[in-house]
């Protein structure tokens, strides 16, 4: 009798994890449909002998201009974790925040709107996994808060947008979309504003222990940190754009300013519809709906976005990858070996 209460206890323990599993592969399958699906229509509308073609004519310097410009991208990424790390934990070598930032990218490539990333705090060895983790929300929503206030001004003025909205909603909308930066600039300056919101929401959450060390993260950030994070995010935000320039350049010449108010746009609709892997599909399609109102040909577009893809997303996971089969010690091994010891 008792072992078969012992059995009935082990199954409904074994329920919940099941379910979840469950649930993870549905999201999982959702999401690789949704990227082949998009693919699939933007190559049939583009016409696969058009792709062909623009690759084949493609002006390869500035290619290889994109792709150099890459390494500048992940440093400012780099340099931003590194900088708001400090804030709270010392003496961790620069090594290993390139590591934690490349094995980050590996685990964003299989989550929609790249939220795994958040994997990146278990390839540091820090006293609170949970502090680390609210560090990395500051830092991955400081781009997001950019593009988030940037992005619906992009929008708003996009080539016949504001003609598709009735006259009497175009001056409150202009407002809006010219207030929405200076919540960025009040995120910067002003990191409590964060954990304010995240103290409120804490409070429907029974387990408070646990989201209040996460939100502690925020005591020990200063201005310091948060003005320079701040400054590193509009660099990499320019550096992203300049390779969005030259990748569309390579097929089709257009002038920065077009290329840039375009991705702006781009960036915000991948932001506000985290939907297929790694964003993959999204950004293609939101590119060549914006580049048309620009007349330029829906080819360049999906290439250059696609290209784009490949060098700031693809190769950063492929290199994550390769120093994560290296680690000695992985972060799974890490996190086993780790348990009982540190605090989580």
Known sequence: MKHSTENMGESIQSAPKNNNMRAKWIIAGVKVTVTVVLIVVLVRYIEVAKIRQALSN?????????????????????????????????????????????????????????????????????????????????????????????????????????????????????????????IFIGFVAYPRILKSVLMGIQLVFPAKTRVLEFISAFDKLEVRHTVGAGLLTLVQLFVILSQFYLCTMAFQTVHWVTAAHTYISVLFVKTVLPVSLGSLGIGEWASVSFYQRYDIASETAFSASLLLFAINVMAPALAGLVILLRQKNSVFLYSRSSKGRVAA
């Open 58 to 182: 493609a002006n390869y310097y500035f290619i290889v201009a994109a792709i150099l410009l890459m390494p500048l991208n992940l440093y400012l990424q780099a340099e931003r974790w590194k900088l708001l790390v400090s804030s709270e934990f010392e003496g961790i070598k620069t090594s290993r925040f390139w590591v934690s930032l490349l094995g980050g990218f590996v685990f964003g490539m299989i989550t929609p709107g790249r939220v795994g990333e958040i994997g990146r705090v278990f390839l540091l060895r820090v006293k609170s996994r949970l502090r680390l983790s609210g560090l990395h929300v500051y830092d991955k929503m400081l781009l997001v808060m950019l593009i988030g206030s940037t992005g619906p001004i992009a929008l708003f003025l996009m080539p016949g947008f504001k003609e598709a909205l009735p006259g009497s909603m175009i001056p409150g909308i202009g407002i809006l979309v010219t207030i929405l930066p200076f």
